[in-house]
């Protein structure tokens, strides 16, 4: 996980700066854990108004059986919850 985590914060400050540039205030993390758990934490504690989350629209079965970490956030944010969907070409 320690080779993950330098192009992690790469990614992370880039999309940082362009949202910082189009005039919001951000905060950013990259850890280690439980996805769901570290990000709503977060978010709380940062007293976060907007958490923005990619998905990649599994249906069906599929979603049933992986469970939807979009659909987490969704849940349990104590604040408002985007949910952009990844394009798919199938």
């Given at each position: 996980?320690?080779?993950?985590?330098?192009?992690?914060?790469?990614?992370?400050?880039?999309a940082a700066g362009e949202l910082r540039a189009a005039g919001f205030?951000?905060?950013?993390?990259?850890?280690?854990?439980?996805?769901?758990?570290?990000?709503?934490?977060?978010a709380a504690k940062w007293d976060a108004d907007l958490l923005v989350v990619?998905?990649?629209?599994?249906r069906g079965i599929q979603s049933l059986l992986?469970?939807?970490?979009?659909?987490?956030?969704?849940?349990g944010a104590k604040c408002s919850v985007e949910i952009v969907r990844v394009a798919t070409n199938y």
């Open positions: 996980m320690e080779d993950q985590k330098e192009p992690a914060h790469a990614l992370v400050d880039r205030k951000t905060h950013t993390a990259v850890e280690v854990g439980d996805v769901r758990e570290s990000i709503l934490d977060a990619g998905s990649h629209g599994h992986l469970g939807s970490v979009a659909e987490s956030f969704a849940r």
